[in-house]
T-cell receptor, first 113, second 113 residues
């Protein structure tokens, strides 16, 4: 049971380049989300999806997301900026309610020069 | 809005010392509270949780009690080990049922032999 798998683990981009961070889970979880982790800031939610084919909130500037199926939840940086340098963590759970713990991937460490 | 505040780190202890990491929160309604742990190079793992007032979450010797009167969820362990060295995050999930986790900034714990 792989859980939540993120690729790549590390990447360096130049300003203006685009890239897709991959996230896949094999637990048949409906709810998936992306966080960014920055020193002294904890984790901050970027976007979440309650189920395949759904979008639940406005996507923040600079990012693009899709949820075409249950397993995959890619996050695309459209035109990378240095402010997007961060560790990106993907998480999934069965549902939104409080009793459903979120399972996290190991993260993608992204540097934008 | 909802927020979580953790004691600043890093916290450095000797093996077998008593650990307390303070966490306080601000939230409307009745949130659920969580502690996550992140070992070096890994993603976050759920350590323990409490979903209502006066609940005590426990796991691997760690404990935390949901105190609504003081809006706190302090993490404790009676005797820490070197293997407990990690970053600890306090988090809440609000009662609005969006599934969004609000994290504190994280506390780094270093245990020396």
């Amino acid at each position: 049971n792989a859980g939540v798998t993120q690729t790549p683990k590390f990447h360096i981009l130049k300003t203006g380049q685009s890239m897709t961070l991959q996230c896949a889970q094999d637990m048949n979880h409906g709810y998936m989300s992306w966080y960014r982790q920055d020193p002294g800031m904890g984790l901050r939610l970027i976007y979440y999806s309650a189920a395949a084919g759904t979008t639940d909130k406005e996507v923040p500037n600079g990012y693009n997301v899709s949820r075409l199926n249950t397993e995959d939840f890619p996050l695309r940086l459209v035109s990378a900026a240095p402010s997007q340098t961060s560790v990106y963590l993907c998480a999934s759970s069965y549902g939104r309610d409080s009793n459903q713990p979120q399972h996290f991937g190991d993260g993608t460490r992204l540097s934008i020069l | 809005g909802n927020s979580v505040t953790q004691m600043e780190g890093p916290v450095t202890l000797s093996e077998e010392a008593f650990l307390t990491i303070n966490c306080t929160y601000t939230a409307t309604g009745y949130p659920s509270l969580f502690w996550y742990v992140q070992y070096p190079g890994e993603g976050l793992q759920l350590l323990l949780k409490a979903t209502k007032a006066d609940d005590k979450g426990s796991n691997k010797g760690f404990e935390a009690t949901y105190r609504k009167e003081t809006t706190s969820f302090h993490l404790e362990k009676g005797s820490v080990q070197v293997s407990d060295s990690a970053v600890y995050f306090c988090a809440l999930k609000g009662s609005s049922n969006t599934g969004k986790l609000i994290f504190g900034q994280g506390t780094t714990l270093q245990v020396k032999p």
